[in-house]
């Protein structure tokens, strides 16, 4: 995930971990995404928050001789990462851009492709950037995106508490991260209108489906990680204590095996 302006997680090393088990979470949706895109073994993809590299990784290994991947993202240390995943992947052309993506700078040229995973809700009005780089592209560019939802599945947790079932880690997860970003001038649900954002900036054949994600131990080690990335930041802001994100911490690992998701996603795809 791009660090810009509003990113509230970590984009460290250690973040490269979380991001890693966010790959692994969401493999499935991923590869529907580059099935969707129909890339090539020649494509010259743009990735935008390319992060520590596991959409990187994937794309990578559907690229052929005369192939390239542009990997995008404000921080070094996670390029690094990406690069060394890519590393005898494939013979295509890997070329790192350290680069705010909203600026959408020369490293868009000459792309056939440009998708990003679990970016836009990191973007400030990601909608004006939809619609800049609409204008950016040459047409018939294939354009998607994966991008999280966590409010939908507050629906099923609100109901299932209701009927006496202890969901509270799961509720108050959605709560923080809905919150942190709020407070941030972020969307954490830009997905819900991805499609309609890019068919009014003029996209066609623009296509949304909403996918559930496993409830697993991936999950719980992910929403576990996201507190240790962000405890001084909820103290700073007075959400929540470092004592009760550990509580959280622990209410999370000592959900029973079958609990409902914390999340879903949206993945949107076009031509520009």
């Known amino acids: 995930m791009e660090q810009v302006q509003g990113y509230v997680l970590g984009h460290d090393a250690h973040a490269g971990r979380r991001l890693a088990v966010q790959d692994a979470h969401f493999a499935?949706?991923?590869?529907?995404?580059?099935?969707?895109?129909?890339?090539?073994?020649?494509?010259?993809?743009?990735?935008?928050?390319?992060?520590?590299?596991?959409?990187?990784?994937?794309?990578f290994r559907r690229l052929g001789i005369g192939g390239t991947l542009v990997s995008v993202d404000r921080t070094p240390g996670l390029l690094e990462q990406a690069a060394a995943l890519v590393v005898?992947?494939?013979?295509?052309n890997f070329s790192p851009i350290a680069a705010d993506l909203t600026e959408l700078g020369p490293w868009l040229d000459g792309a056939t492709v440009v998708?990003?995973?679990?970016?836009?809700?990191?973007?400030?009005?990601?909608?004006?950037?939809?619609?800049?780089?609409?204008?950016?592209?040459?047409?018939?560019?294939?354009?998607?995106?994966?991008?999280?939802?966590?409010?939908?599945?507050?629906g099923r947790i609100a109901v299932l508490e209701a009927q006496g079932h202890d969901l509270?880690?799961?509720?108050?997860?959605?709560i923080v991260i809905n919150t942190l970003?709020?407070?941030?001038?972020?969307?954490?649900?830009?997905?819900?209108?991805?499609?309609?954002?890019?068919?009014?900036?003029?996209?066609?054949?623009?296509?949304?489906?909403?996918?559930?994600?496993?409830?697993?131990?991936?999950?719980?080690?992910?929403?576990?990680?996201f507190?240790?990335?962000?405890?001084?930041?909820?103290?700073?802001?007075?959400?929540?204590?470092?004592?009760?994100?550990?509580?959280?911490q622990q209410l999370l690992k000592a959900l029973p095996e079958g609990s409902p998701a914390a999340w879903a996603s949206f993945r949107v795809t076009g031509i520009a």
């Open 181 to 225: 970003y709020q407070i941030n001038r972020i969307s954490p649900d830009v997905g819900a209108t991805l499609g309609r954002t890019m068919e009014l900036a003029g996209f066609q054949q623009v296509k949304s489906d909403w996918q559930e994600c496993k409830s697993d131990s991936l999950m719980i080690e992910n929403l576990v990680m």
């Open 28 to 59: 499935e949706v991923s590869e529907r995404l580059l099935d969707a895109l129909a890339i090539r073994s020649q494509d010259h993809v743009v990735e935008l928050g390319c992060g520590a590299g596991g959409l990187s990784r994937r794309i």
């Open 88 to 92: 005898d992947t494939g013979p295509a």
């Open 115 to 154: 998708l990003g995973r679990a970016v836009l809700h990191h973007v400030p009005m990601a909608e004006i950037f939809i619609g800049r780089l609409k204008q950016r592209l040459k047409p018939g560019t294939r354009v998607g995106f994966i991008e999280p939802d966590f409010r939908s599945v507050l």
């Open 227 to 248: 507190y240790d990335e962000v405890r001084d930041r909820l103290g700073s802001l007075g959400l929540m204590t470092s004592d009760q994100v550990t509580r959280q």
């Open 168 to 174: 509270e880690p799961l509720r108050e997860w959605a």
